[in-house]
């Protein structure tokens, strides 16, 4: 347990209301957080693109996230990472509707690649907390990997989505019903904003996981992002092995020699008058030319 948890444990037990007591919002050093648990510290983020799928083509438009430290919620500079993106495309007509980013709000805007260290240095040492981590991971981990920037498989994520499914079974767990269950003001939450459902989602964490008292093992238990988000190149292997599988499973049909041998005979055949331009590459082929 670092110096900082227990201080600040020391701090709660004198302390008349139970709870921690609020960090100094804006002189909480970087050094200082990461001496912090890393449960203890959180990021809560969120995204908006211009469609469901970066295999399709689609981008990021807009990227928020805000630190949660001890249980408390920071605001500041230091505390909050926030961007809009230009997705380098047209944004959809149905998805301004959605979130109200279209191309002119994002024309003059920096490029993912071009913020994307400054994400990496922010999220650094922290849990991250994402509400259908699957879909804002795919988005983040693709562009890192396209940019040939370092990936974040290993750090650890928190699924919010998942939890409120076994939480509240057979209910509708979205952001807005989670926000109205938890007794949450989303009144200014008239189209999706990454930064503004990032800081509802850290009210809707804390709400789920017993509000803003510490208490030790009460928080939801996360995993490496990996775990989520599989690259192109990951899951293209995969797929493949799937695939082939069975056929690898299968026990070889018996082949006469004479069937074989002109099998073979054939395949020269074609190699030579293909002028080597065959695609296989056997051994017997190499002899033939």
Known sequence: MSVHLNRAIHDDHAGQSGHFNAPDRNNIGRDEKRAILADMRLIMLDTETTGLSPRNGDRMVEIGAIEVLNRKVLSGDAHVFHHYINPERDIPAEVVRIHGINN????????????????????????????NASFDLGFIMHELHVNELPNIQNIQVIDTLAFARKKHPHQKNNLDALCDRYNIDRGKRDLHGALLDSQLLAEVYLGMTGGRQFSLGMDIPSQPASSFVQLPEQSRGRDEQAETAAIMKRSLPPIADEDYQAHLSMLRRIHKESQGKTIWQLPELAEAS
């Open 104 to 131: 002119t709000k994002v024309k003059n805007k920096p490029t993912f690649k071009e913020i994307a260290q400054d994400f990496l240095d922010f999220i650094q040492g922290a849990t991250l907390v994402i509400h």
